[in-house]
């Protein structure tokens, strides 16, 4: 029988890998994604998960560790944050390149300098071109859920997958938790069986020289892959919902059937967003939600057939990229380009290391996209002693 | 001495290694003793190429490249999943001593304090050769390198590594070189007995272009390391206890190993150097000899 069960994100996360019969994790404390590993290292300890914990002496080797195990044929899992993921990008890659379905959890944090653990997902769209999968939830229950389903779809294309979630906003709140039946999950997630993992009976050479004849292949091979997941992550979607209960899919909509206005958002801040489209809707503004549940592979179809007509749609990033916009806003964009019928896209960048993002604060960003005709490349919420709007260089606002 | 090396070849001929490779000489003698029930990890290194361009490669066993500082952490990542599946599989993490004095340092300690089920073996050519020749932390003074040129050539000494992974308290360590095939052979051997934790094998691999020495000096030059006490072969169990396997008897003077290696010119220009070079050698000789005593008296424990 499920168990219903109230706990933080993290450990749902952490829930999420045992569910998922994670064999190798190996892993590194940071901060706020430590909660995980500690759960995982008991949970180990105790024999209720049967799988090998690997201390390692830092993320970088975290993620060598798992590509190592995987590459072995075994189901690995690991957690980190901000600097932890940027330290691992090399390692990225080559689970990306070596065709690994390593699956980690990312709770996003802060980049420093200034030191900071709060909530920013510039550290985990920073990963953006690596090519794992990325998934963002907005609650406990997605924290645990989307470790499962990303295995199913990894382990099917052979390529890795990442599940995000916001720093304290969802890594320490506490929320119901369905924690499903594992024989449940068991039969939704098969045991891993990789086409090719080290065997010295099989002595083959993984990952050495390709001259400029078979690389561009490979790397063909993996857009090619990411491309499927895109179709495996619907169907397999569909079916968590059948075998466990919950539907899951790239895209969710919220009150989107007559909207003129529509805010996309990602991660924990969503939910705020929801209570704004209520608000808003009592005032009789046509105004709707679209969360991005799948950031790569990217939903670009349905997302243009979803905005398609609308009036204006508001992008609210908690994260930047200096010198263009914020990361969403520009995939936004970029998605809807040369659609005849695309609506103006306004990129509202909010709630950077952590500054709250109220129902309020929405609610000021839905009268600003309203009435704002230029939609600049930027524009700024809750800067203190501005408006919304784009940058100005002449105004000082931290002395 | 009675050959001691088995007649297995777990090397196939037609490797990219080039003419006089002490690190092709080295994988092939090793794996005599390991056999084919191994799993080769390789970082960035020369071997990266010596093994051939995919689809071909010359191990008889699987080879997972890997990135340049994770030998050792990807190597206990394998291990851990081929022990889940039930197999004693032997796991190798070879690496070149960039990847083992510098950049794979971080990783190296790491598996080694956690005494990881592994048989680490750093071919040291005493520099960054698959990138043409620029110092790393094992070249000693006084070397040329690209980076190092001959008016200011390598100013500090080379580092302990054996120094370093014997503070780990590792359960076996050894230095050894395909000049002395029988040590290697049995210093593989012992490696392969204390499986069950972290085994680090400190191989010195000619480089005859980076070295300067014609291909057919590979293994002269090697030999004249051992005789000379520049290199000296030992073993260190458990990173307490000591034991010189092989004492040059007469001793090589140093200038007989400098000499022959075009990477040494400096030396040639600055007798200074070599006497320095000859004190280092005798103090290290004598610290070991030291420690030989030492581990030979009945424990007080």
């Known amino acids: ?53 690997i201390t390692v002496e830092s993320e970088h080797s975290a993620m060598a560790a798992c590509v190592g195990a995987s590459a072995a044929g075994a189901r690995t899992y690991t957690a980190t944050s901000g600097q932890g993921l940027a330290l691992m990008h ?57 470790i499962i389903w990303s295995y199913r779809v990894a382990e099917q294309v052979h390529l890795p997958a990442m599940v995000g979630m916001d720093a304290f906003i969802l890594s320490h709140t506490a929320e119901p938790l369905i924690v499903h039946d594992q024989s449940a999950v068991d039969a939704y997630l098969p045991k891993f069986e990789p086409i090719y993992a080290l065997d010295p009976e099989d002595p083959r050479a993984y990952g050495g020289l390709v001259n400029r004849d078979h690389y561009f292949e490979l790397r063909y091979k993996i857009f090619e ?57 009592a005032r009789g503004i046509k105004v709707g939600l679209l969360r991005l549940v799948a950031f790569r592979p990217f939903p670009v179809a349905a997302m243009r057939r979803i905005l398609a007509g609308r009036r204006k749609v508001a992008v609210l990033d908690r994260n930047m990229g200096p010198g263009h916009s914020g990361i969403f806003a520009a995939e936004v964009r970029s998605a809807l380009f040369g ?30 996209l309203i009435t704002r005709d230029d939609p600049e490349m930027a524009l700024f919420v809750g800067v203190k002693g501005l408006p919304i709007g784009p940058i100005r260089k002449e105004a000082e606002v931290l002395r | ?88 599989t032997t796991v190798i993490a070879w690496a070149g001593d960039g990847g083992t004095f510098d950049i794979g340092l971080q990783a190296l300690s790491g598996a080694a304090e956690r005494n990881e089920d592994i048989l680490y073996v750093c071919y040291d050519n005493e520099a960054y050769m698959n990138t043409g020749i620029q110092r790393s932390s094992a070249t000693p003074r006084g070397t040329w390198t690209t980076t190092t040129p001959d008016e200011n050539p390598e100013p500090r000494i080379k580092k302990d590594i054996m120094g370093i992974i014997a503070a780990h308290r590792i359960p076996y360590a050894a230095t050894a070189t395909a000049a002395y095939p029988e040590d ?78 075009g990477r040494f010119a400096p030396f040639g220009a600055d007798p200074a150097l070599v006497a320095a070079a000859r004190r280092e050698v005798d103090d290290r000789w004598a610290w070991l000899e030291e420690q030989h005593e030492r581990s030979l008296q009945p424990a007080t424990t």
């Open chain 1, 339 to 368: 659609s005849s019928s695309a609506p103006e896209v306004f990129d509202y960048v909010v709630g950077l290391g952590g500054r709250d993002v109220r129902v309020e604060t929405i609610l000021e960003v839905l009268d600003d």
């Open chain 1, 225 to 281: 892959a990411m491309d499927r997941a895109g179709e495996l992550l619907v169907a397999a979607g569909e079916e968590f919902g059948e075998v466990l209960g919950r539907r899951y899919a790239p895209l969710e909509g919220y009150l989107l059937d007559d909207a003129e206005y529509v805010i996309v958002s990602a991660g924990a801040l969503t939910s705020n967003v929801r209570q704004a489209v209520r608000d808003a809707r």
């Open chain 1, 1 to 53: 029988m499920p168990e219903r069960l109230l706990l933080t994100g993290n450990h749902a996360a952490a829930y999420g890998a045992m569910l998922s019969r994670a064999e190798v994790i190996s892993a590194y404390p940071i901060t706020p994604q430590t909660m995980i590993v500690e759960l995982l290292s008991e949970l180990t300890a105790s024999g209720k998960l049967d799988a090998t914990f």
């Open chain 2, 1 to 88: 001495m009675r050959w001691a090396v088995p007649e297995a070849e777990f090397v196939d001929p037609g490797t990219l290694g080039c003419q006089g490779c002490g690190g092709a000489l080295s994988m092939r003698l090793v794996l005599k003793e390991v056999g084919d029930d191994a799993i080769a990890v390789l970082p960035a290194c020369c071997w990266s190429i010596i093994d051939g361009p995919w689809p071909t490669h010359a191990l008889r066993i699987p080879v997972f490249h890997t990135a340049f500082e994770t030998a050792a952490v990807v190597a206990a990542g394998i291990k851990a999943a081929k022990r889940r599946q039930g197999r004693d």
């Open chain 1, 90 to 146: 090399e390692m990225l890659h080559w689970a990306v390149g070596a065709r690994l379905p390593v699956v980690l959890t990312n709770v996003s944090r802060a980049m420093a300098p200034g030191w900071s653990i709060w909530a920013d997902q510039t550290d985990i769209l920073s990963q953006r071109d690596v090519g794992w999968m990325m998934l963002f939830a907005e609650s406990v229950q997605e924290a645990q859920d989307f």
């Open chain 2, 184 to 261: 290697l052979a049995r210093k593989v051997r012992t490696a392969m007995e204390a499986r069950g934790g972290m085994r680090f094998l400190h191989i010195l691999a000619a480089c005859p272009p980076g070295w300067k020495v014609a291909a057919d000096q590979a293994i002269e030059v090697m030999r004249r390391a051992v005789r000379s006490r520049v290199f000296p072969l030992y073993e260190v169990r458990d990173g307490r206890h000591y034991t010189i396997t092989y004492r040059p008897e007469p001793v090589l003077p140093i200038e007989e190993y400098l000499g022959l290696q």
